[in-house]
Nanobody
Framework: QWPLVESGGGLVQPGGSLKLSCVAS????????MSWSRQAPGRGRELVAE????????IYTDSMKGRLTISRDNAKNTLFLQMRSLSPEDSAVYYC?????????????????WGQGTQVTVSS
């Protein structure tokens, strides 16, 4: 079982909205900074939104700023991405990521998880 499972993708018309969810299992989401990335065919993976572990700070990519809201419910181990005013250029597989930097006497390393992704297709 994947530690992160995304859902909520699908086919939506231009101008429409979608809300993606990402459920974590096997680890406490509250310890991790979370993000959403996307990857369209033939393109690299693009980070679109981030939220800190407590949910107090968010960052959005310029190309989608004003059309996204990232949020989290740590009690339910769930991350969300509300997307609005979607265009065909937003079509991609959207991935959820969890990241925690662990510091030990040997230095720092990342404890990181990815989901399998959920397809978002914007088309009329």
């Amino acid at each position: 079982q994947w530690p992160l499972v995304e859902s909520g993708g699908g086919l939506v018309q231009p101008g429409g909205s979608l809300k993606l969810s990402c459920v974590a299992s096997g680890f406490p989401l509250i310890l991790y900074a979370m993000s959403w990335s996307r990857q369209a065919p033939g393109r690299g993976r693009e980070l679109v939104a981030e939220v800190t572990s407590a949910g107090l700070s968010t960052i959005y990519t310029d190309s989608m700023k004003g059309r996204l809201t990232i949020s989290r419910d740590n009690a339910k181990n769930t991350l969300f991405l509300q997307m609005r005013s979607l265009s065909p250029e937003d079509s991609a597989v959207y991935y959820c990521n969890a990241l925690r930097v662990i510091t030990t006497t040997q230095g720092e390393h990342n404890d990181e998880y990815w989901g399998q992704g959920t397809q978002v297709t914007v088309s009329s």
